[in-house]
């Protein structure tokens, strides 16, 4: 069946903010006791949910208590690069030649967001746009997109979400939904091979593959 509308992910996929991350993850790891990663090691290593990523890093089990505050702290490094990052080159082109509605839905603070999409003057590209309402969340983005399509009146069966990680094709087929992954963001393309669903090393692409599902 066709597809009539994409579900975009913005971190890592719209939102070119790999090295911030990356960034902001080290910062708050290496004060933990655990290594340095290179954009490489952070790539094939990224997973949700992030407390038991964070516990690998730093080799022990972290309480939910010193997760919480170690995703304070990446919040606040993240945030010291967020002013220089910017949208991956493709994203305007690719919102533009999909045919159906288009919504965006983050992992993303809600408040800090929207700025942003104002910033890039994005908002009349989506028909909504959702991001973070608990003060943290390193979980599956699943129930989110549950939620979103929902406030959508949208079936899964008629979407596709374009993503960057695993968590974002394993939430998407576990609602029925369709998913590409873009091989530019978070997760490397060693790891997203993993999942066995389309990959794209565009956004481009990642639209077309989206329209032929």
Known sequence: MARKHLVWDWNGTLLNDFGAVVSATNTVITEAGGPFLTAEEQGARFRRPIIAYYSEL??????????????????????????????????????????????????????????????????????????????????????????????????????????????????????GAQVVLFTGGFSSREQLQGVGVPLADSLSEAVTIAQQL
Not at 90 to 104: D, F, H, K, V
């Open 58 to 175: 730093v080799g022990r089990s972290l309480t939910e208590a010193e997760f919480a505050e170690l995703d304070k702290a990446f919040h606040a490094a993240y945030l010291e690069h967020l002013r220089f990052v910017d949208l991956h080159a493709e994203s305007r082109s690719a919102l533009s030649i999909w045919p159906g509605t288009q919504s965006l839905l983050s992992m993303w603070f809600h408040q800090s967001l929207m700025p942003l999409i104002t910033r890039f003057d994005l908002a009349e590209k989506f028909a909504l746009v959702q991001g973070l309402r608990s003060e943290s969340d390193g979980h599956s983005k699943q129930p989110h997109l549950e939620r979103h399509l929902e406030s959508l009146q949208l079936r899964p069966q008629e979407c596709v979400l374009i993503g960057d990680t695993v968590d974002d094709a394993k939430s998407a087929l576990g609602l």
